[in-house]
């Protein structure tokens, strides 16, 4: 066989491309924080050459100069990190640091505001099931898979490539973790979030996640609220912080039983309570099994013989919505007032959780509202507002009302929750339709409001509305194909990154 020539300008040698990542640059750092924990200085390339004379090293890199650098990378790096030396995974897993890295990561979404997008999808479709008369499907998926999107002003709509169409098809979000979840659920709630923590509540079970880290748990059951069996079942939750011991919490609301047996219809004459579970915030890996008299338990955190879930000091003065998701503020939790139950009042009203005290308050909905208009209620993420959009009857326009949250009781005792008007969008939905606000972004400028599979961006100066990108048609890390297979909806919210460690998994009931 003839010997093979390269042709002229050609390579004898193969070259292998590199390919290009969005992690190249933090990759590149963490190169750089090896290369001068092991003694070499920055850019010092003196190990790929032969040096004409030695180096000394560089002095002995302080543990401080060393958090000053890994405070700065994202989770995924710093998870890496750990795998360096002892002292580094020391440094990851102390609380200080992981409190640090909050809020860095709390400053950053300020700049560049990201969220957290799970698709929620069916197994398969039954062509016998009529969802408008059931109310709901019966065969979703398992498996829920989270992405992040992070917002950025050169991939905005008003600034996007004429490719773009208006629809953020050039926009990706990253895939960051896949819960499979225990067992099989006909609904799947909107989640809550707080400082990285996740909190997704299906109709059996209570899952919390981080995923970030990859951390999920199945949260233990109570046997105040039974979560299997209608008419009395309820799924009224929340999650927030404890400002006070710096611990999480989880709240659940519940049914007392007066009757053993109730009619169909009877579960609107049923007192309510709320019941918590609280995660130690300084040390989530202390989860212990403990048998007791009674029943096997899970205790958290402290490793009491108490049970996992109690009872809060006092019950909630008016009945809550069955199904929803509370909104956690400046260490507060709100919710919806089942207006079906408590008609006492032409004026619609929320309910308000206080955290470190466990009591609540009455906060009132805007004087211009009807018991009757439908509204979403939301947090103004990093401003410390509440934030209520509905829509105008007469004109097909969004209203927007923002409240300032404070912790001083007195303010709503003296009657200063004032809701302040701020904003009319002209968004132009239907009529059965809602959007929600997500963030003020662009120094305040401009306005991110999320409606079904659509982000739009809303210009206060100009006037102008335009679309971000559609959930639906956007890039998904991991996916070949872009149409997602029964897709049902989107759970969206603000995220913020953390290192915040649930634990090891729990043992199964």
């Not at 009619?263 to 004459?269: A, E, G, L, W």
Request: hydrophobic share 35%.
């Amino acid at each position: 066989m003839p010997e093979l020539v390269p042709l002229d300008g050609a390579r004898s040698r193969r070259r292998h491309r590199r390919g290009i990542s969005a992690t190249s640059d933090v990759e590149a750092c963490i190169q750089c924080c090896i290369t001068v924990a092991k003694g070499f200085a920055f850019g010092d390339d003196t190990r790929k050459r032969k040096a004409s004379a030695p180096q000394a090293p560089i002095p002995y890199l302080s543990d401080e100069i060393v958090v000053a650098i890994l405070v700065w990378l994202p989770v995924k790096s710093l998870l890496r990190c750990r795998a360096v030396c002892k002292a580094w995974r020391a440094i990851v897993n102390d609380p200080l640091f992981v409190s640090a890295h909050l809020r860095w990561s709390a400053m950053r979404w300020e700049q560049e505001p990201s969220f957290l997008v799970t698709p929620v999808t069916r197994d398969h479709v039954i062509p016998q099931e009529d969802v408008k008369e059931r109310g709901w499907p019966t065969t979703f998926s398992k498996q829920i898979s989270f992405y992040r999107y992070q917002w950025q002003w050169q991939q905005s709509a008003s600034d996007s490539d004429s490719d773009n169409n208006g629809h953020g098809q050039q926009q990706t979000a990253r895939l960051m973790h896949v819960k499979e979840l225990g067992s099989k659920s006909n609904r799947v709630g909107f989640f809550a979030h707080c400082d990285g923590l996740v909190l997704a509540p299906t109709e059996k079970e209570l899952y919390l996640l981080n995923p970030a880290t990859g951390d999920a748990i199945t949260l233990p059951k109570s046997h105040r609220n039974n979560l299997r069996h209608a008419p009395r079942t309820c799924h009224c939750v929340g999650l927030g912080l404890d400002p006070r011991t710096g611990k999480y919490k989880v709240f659940q609301a519940f049914y007392r039983p007066v009757d053993p047996y109730p009619r169909f219809n009877d579960y609107k004459k049923v007192p309510m309570g709320m019941e918590f579970l609280t995660l130690d915030g300084g040390n989530n890996e202390a989860w212990t099994w403990t048998e007791t008299m009674e029943d096997s338990v899970f205790t958290l955190g402290s490793g009491d013989d108490d049970e996992a879930w109690t009872e809060t000091r006092e019950d909630p003065p008016r009945p809550l919505l069955r199904w929803q998701t509370g909104v956690t503020l400046k260490g507060f939790i709100f919710w919806r007032v089942d207006t079906a139950q408590y008609c006492q009042s032409s004026a619609g009203i929320l309910l308000r959780l206080t955290l470190e005290l466990e009591g609540f308050n009455i906060i009132p909905l805007p004087g211009s509202m009807r018991v009757c208009d439908d509204f979403m209620l939301d947090a103004l993420h990093g401003q410390g507002e509440l934030c209520l959009t509905t829509r105008t009857s007469d004109v097909p326009s969004v209203t927007i009302w923002m409240m300032p949250v404070h912790n001083d009781d007195n303010y709503l005792a003296m009657g200063y929750a004032q809701w302040e008007l701020r904003y009319s969008i002209p968004l132009g939905l239907p009529p059965h339709r809602l959007c929600r606000l997500m963030a003020l972004v662009a120094g305040g400028t401009r306005i991110l409001l999320w409606s079904d599979f659509i982000l739009y961006e809303y210009d206060l100066a100009t006037s102008k509305l335009s679309t971000v990108c559609e959930m639906d048609r956007m890039r998904y890390q991991g996916r070949r194909t872009r149409k997602w297979k029964n897709l049902w909806s989107f759970n969206f919210v603000p995220y913020t990154e953390s290192l915040l460690r649930i634990g090891s998994l729990l043992p199964n009931n």
